[in-house]
């Protein structure tokens, strides 16, 4: 069993930053893929990001290119979403879940863990 504990959310203004941190319980993290969901209300779950279990593979959705950043420390079991240049329909319960052995999946049923989120909320 493994524990997601999300934590870094708040409200922020446009074009502000943001990191969300992912601390997990596994004793073997390392392999583990880790990835970010999003809801917004009235909207399904959608894909940010996800790192593979190495770290060394990262996988972004088109609409976070370039402004989100994730990243992994193996040695403390945490998974990291560094969120700059934010926008308002950035505005979201923000998830981290866990894959074993993952390398970038894109699909919620494809993780085996999940987190309860963390509020993201970016004002205009």
């Known amino acids: 069993q493994v524990q997601l504990v999300e934590s870094g959310g708040g409200l922020v203004q446009t074009g502000g930053s943001l990191r969300l941190s992912c601390a997990a319980s596994?004793?073997?993290?390392?392999?583990?893929?880790m990835g970010w969901f999003r809801q917004a209300p009235g909207k399904e779950r959608e894909f940010v990001t996800a790192i593979s279990w190495s770290g060394r593979s990262t996988y972004y959705a088109d609409f976070v290119k370039g402004r989100f950043t994730i990243s992994r420390d193996n040695a403390k079991n945490t998974v990291y979403l560094q969120m700059s240049s934010l926008k308002p329909e950035d505005t979201a319960v923000y998830y981290c879940?866990?894959?074993?052995?993952?390398?970038?999946?894109?699909?919620?049923?494809?993780?085996?863990?999940w987190g309860q989120g963390t509020q993201v909320t970016v004002s205009s």
């Open positions: 879940a866990a894959a074993l052995l993952g390398v970038g999946a894109r699909g919620g049923h494809e993780y085996d863990y």
């Open positions: 596994a004793r073997t993290f390392s392999n583990y893929g």
